[in-house]
């Protein structure tokens, strides 16, 4: 039953993203050097649109940590010519939305609409980037919103774990700080810091504008250009960082709670790197989903999970392979070891089925999330941004069916020797 699941799935992920897919993108670069990235699609007369914004959380100065994500949050908060209301009550008259978000190296805008609707989208979205708002009113719920957010982080096992394991595997850099910031920062953020924020990212070389939807670039192109052709001429570098794992340590920390949290983390290709591919697969066999060695071993076999599972996030800077457990408190030496034990177990070799079965799963999970023009604005423009270029978006698939067991074995090799580092969360 699993199999025919799979097959089925496949046969008609394929066939949707066939007929969406292979429409050509238009690759237009503004004088300003911001990108323009559009696909035609035939539909109900909708546009999705997905702006990417270079440069994250990462750019956050020592002292104003959560100073971009807090930018991004008072975005949306009314424009010069659009109070709150008449701002958003456009995208939700249309059926559509508009939201606004940051991240560790890089934030995004996305709106979708019907086309009639499109102009005035762009214009409510030309006054959000050049006469934002930013009112004190707002920042303050957003401040006070945040560090509750924060605070309720801590409270979750797993998130805790994971923001106290990236202060120590990244240590020294900015990735070692949360999109959301440290408490005592927060407290310090003036408005004046929010709008010296948003005047720097205001460049053209910042910029990737994806947009799908149901008319031809032609007709847009104008709208496009009167829309982003203000932003500062700019080229832009993301911060350089190179930062690894070496040997083997964890730390444990303490907290009110029924079970034990373990995370672990293991360095990783970052996006472009050459085993990026085949450690896609690798975290597919390793732990994604019931089928996968950990859940098998860790929960089915030796009954020390209660949730098991690994994640491997594209990075353009940094790369790491985590792997998450939670477990009975009594447990937790034998449910650490057990990670070391499934993980290190990759180098004697993986077969044919299971390497099968990661490309259904992942290949099923992609064209899965391509049904939605809001989805296939968001893909082309990521890979632009990682630097992979949009081209990717229609080879990704071709490049995980090529994987091989040997592929597999020379990225474990290559990576998951040099060292990890865990963190222990337990009562």
Same mark, same amino acid.
């Given at each position: 039953? =699993?199999? &025919? ?34 696909? @035609? ?31 991004? %949050? ?18 939700? #008259? $249309? ?31 030309? #006054? ?8 004190? +009113?707002?920042?303050? @719920? ?11 982080? *801590?409270?979750?096992?797993? $998130? ?53 939807? #149901?008319?031809?670039? @032609? ?17 832009? %570098? ?16 303490? !907290? ?9 983390? =293991? ?6 790197? %050459? ?23 860790? !929960?089915?076999? !030796?009954?020390?999970? =209660? ?22 408190? @009594? ?10 034990? &499934? ?25 899965? #999330? ?7 604005? /968001?893909?082309?423009? /990521? ?6 270029? =949009?081209?990717? +978006?229609?080879?990704?698939? +071709?490049?995980?069916? *090529?994987? *091989?067991?040997?592929?597999?074995? %020379?990225? /474990? ?15």
């Amino acid at each position: 039953m =699993y199999r &025919v699941f799979f097959v089925l799935l496949i046969f008609l992920s394929t066939f949707s993203f066939g007929y969406q897919g292979g429409n050509r993108v238009i690759k237009d670069i503004l004088d300003n050097n911001a990108v323009v990235l559009f696909k @035609q699609t035939q539909g109900k007369g909708i546009i999705a649109g997905t702006i990417f914004v270079k440069g994250g959380s990462i750019e956050d100065p020592e002292g104003k940590k959560g100073l971009t994500n807090l930018t991004f %949050k008072l975005l949306l908060k009314g424009t010069k010519n659009y109070d709150f209301s008449s701002f958003h009550q456009l995208f939700e #008259d $249309s059926g559509g939305y508009i939201s606004a978000s940051a991240g560790d190296e890089y934030s995004t805008i996305e709106f979708a609409v019907k086309v009639e609707d499109l102009e005035e989208a762009l214009k409510r979205i030309k #006054d959000m980037l050049f006469n934002p708002l930013f009112p004190e +009113d707002k920042l303050t @719920q957003e401040k006070i919103n945040t560090i509750a957010q924060i605070k309720a982080k *801590k409270e979750e096992g797993f $998130s805790y774990a994971l923001d106290e394991l990236r202060k120590e595997i990244y240590k020294g850099t900015p990735y070692q700080y949360s999109t959301l910031g440290e408490i005592q920062d927060i407290e310090k953020i003036k408005i004046e810091d929010i709008k010296r924020r948003w005047n720097e990212i205001l460049e053209g070389g910042r910029f990737v504008i994806s947009i799908v939807g #149901d008319t031809d670039y @032609q007709s847009i192109k104008p709208l496009i250009k009167e829309t982003f052709s203000k932003l500062k001429k700019s080229n832009y %570098k993301y911060p350089s960082v190179d930062v690894k794992i070496k040997g083997k340590d964890c730390k444990t920390l303490t !907290r009110e709670g029924a079970q034990t949290t373990i995370v672990v983390a =293991y360095n990783a290709p970052k996006a472009k790197e %050459k085993y990026y591919f085949p450690f896609k697969v690798l975290n597919g066999i390793l732990g994604n989903g019931f089928t996968s060695r950990l859940f098998q071993e860790l !929960r089915e076999k !030796r009954g020390l999970a =209660y949730a098991v599972g690994s994640f491997y996030p594209t990075r353009i800077n940094v790369g790491n392979l985590f792997v998450y457990m939670g477990t009975a408190p @009594q447990n937790t030496e034998k449910a650490l070891e057990g990670i070391y034990q &499934v993980v290190n177990s990759i180098k004697n070799g993986v077969s044919e089925e299971e390497i099968k079965t990661a490309k259904e799963k992942f290949i099923g999970h992609y064209l899965l #999330d391509h049904q939605t023009r809001a989805k296939q604005s /968001w893909y082309i423009g /990521w890979f632009e941004v990682v630097g992979f270029g =949009y081209e990717m +978006d229609e080879k990704y698939v +071709d490049f995980i069916k *090529k994987v *091989k067991e040997e592929d597999i074995k %020379k990225a /474990w090799a290559e990576y998951i020797p040099e060292g990890s580092f865990c963190v222990i969360v337990k009562p």
